[in-house]
């Protein structure tokens, strides 16, 4: 089997010829390294520097020289290819490109931030410990609803997005054998507080009108994408990331999820669904209060189920027990234990995954989130060669 048919087989409940992998995201050096790959973004603290002096401070001119050189085909070609090439040579089956805000869709740049479609702060940063560019969520660029309604709202089809998105068909076209390769979008929920930052977003959510409509607009938006990527090709999957949880609980009231926020995740997982394409939600944190409303939505997998949440009910092994004929479960081996845990750990722990979750499909394996700078190298390769050993069809062990 491919890729692909390993996915689809394994996103219908069914047994391919092994468990498939995938990962949010591979923010690491050393694992770039040990793989002879470059850091998809490293250089990005320094280009953003550089292009501010060149520009003199003219905060217009740097993003449009920003946005003209990474349209360029030659910067999206070598950009998709630093990340597929990392992905196709640890062996991961399932990699993401993001068609929505952060680094690729910048609305205005600083010498060492940017604001992005959204309305979201970044700051670009060097890690201290291995001098990796990252970009940092800092803060909202919005104070009021005014203030929102006069920044210029994201386009679905904009040219920028239809170039990347084009590309990325042609790179998993040349790799279909070894990798498959799906659009991702930021959701609902996420684009919206983060916009104006947690205290204005609590303000505003007194505001039944304002925030009703702060939600249908991130809704649509997300919607009226998920519909381009399908007619334009897409006959996989879309990621939807939409983090509606932290560490002890939800980020908003269950109430406000089920009125503003999941309908409209519904409406994408049915319009999909119809045409033969897999929604798969990505949210950290605790989301146990709305898990059950969550799958009702018609989403076909979850990542990560986040492993070191504060509440005991929310056990990826537990969720399984109840839901295991209605998605697919993707993950979940912790972050903080591939960066603080010996790799027998990390390998007891990856055959407990495999051993309890694949039997039968539904599940893909991956970090509990996504591999950071803390991440050792020994520890990733670890779970990766359990994953060999240990993931073939029929699961005997």
């Not at 048919?5 to 050096?29: A, G, Q």
């Not at 070598?78 to 040579?89: A, G, S």
């Not at 027998?344 to 055959?351: G, L, N, P, S």
């Amino acid at each position: 089997m491919n890729s692909k048919e390993r996915l689809k087989t394994i996103l219908s409940h069914e047994e391919p010829d092994k468990v498939p992998s995938f990962e949010l995201s591979i923010d690491n050096l050393s694992i770039c390294q040990h793989f002879s790959e470059d850091y998809v973004f490293q250089g990005l603290v320094k280009s953003f520097a550089e292009t501010h002096e060149l520009c003199k401070g003219n905060s217009e001119l740097l993003t449009s020289t920003i946005l003209k050189a990474t349209e360029t085909r030659s910067y999206i070609k070598n950009t998709l290819k630093k990340h597929v090439e990392l992905y196709k040579k640890i062996g991961i089956d399932l990699a993401i490109v993001p068609f929505t805000g952060y680094v690729l869709f910048p609305e205005i740049c600083g010498k060492d931030y940017f604001v992005d479609e959204f309305g979201r702060i970044f700051d670009l940063k060097r890690n201290p410990n291995d001098m990796m560019d990252i970009a940092y969520y800092k803060d909202g660029y919005f104070t009021t609803f005014e203030d929102y309604e006069a920044f210029k709202p994201p386009e679905p089809e904009s040219e920028r997005r239809i170039k990347y998105f084009d590309y990325m068909k042609k790179i998993e076209a040349q790799n279909e054998d070894s990798i498959s390769i799906i659009p991702s979008i930021w959701g609902i929920f996420e684009p919206v507080w983060q916009a104006f930052g947690f205290v204005n977003f609590s303000k505003l959510l007194s505001n039944q009108k304002q925030i009703r409509k702060l939600f249908d607009d991130r809704g649509k938006f997300a919607l009226e994408l998920v519909k381009i990527f399908i007619e334009k090709g897409e006959d996989l999957g879309i990621l939807i990331y939409d983090d509606y949880g932290y560490k002890s609980g939800l980020l908003m009231n269950p109430k406000k999820f089920k009125e503003y926020v999941l309908p409209w995740l519904k409406k994408i997982c049915d319009f999909a669904n119809k045409k033969g394409v897999r929604i798969i939600l990505h949210s950290c944190g605790d989301i146990y209060p709305i898990f059950d409303d969550i799958v009702k939505t018609g989403i076909d997998a979850i990542h990560p189920v986040e492993p070191t949440t504060a509440n005991p009910l929310y056990d990826i092994f537990q969720l399984y027990e109840k839901y295991k004929n209605e998605i697919t479960f993707i993950g979940n081996v912790s972050p903080q234990d591939l960066a603080d845990k010996d790799p027998q750990y990390i390998e007891d722990y990856t055959q407990k995954l495999i051993k309890h979750l694949a039997p039968g499909g539904g599940f893909i394996l991956s970090s509990g989130h996504s591999i950071n700078p803390s991440v050792k190298l020994g520890n990733y390769l670890k779970m990766h060669e359990t994953l060999k050993k240990y993931g073939n069809y029929p699961i005997n062990h």
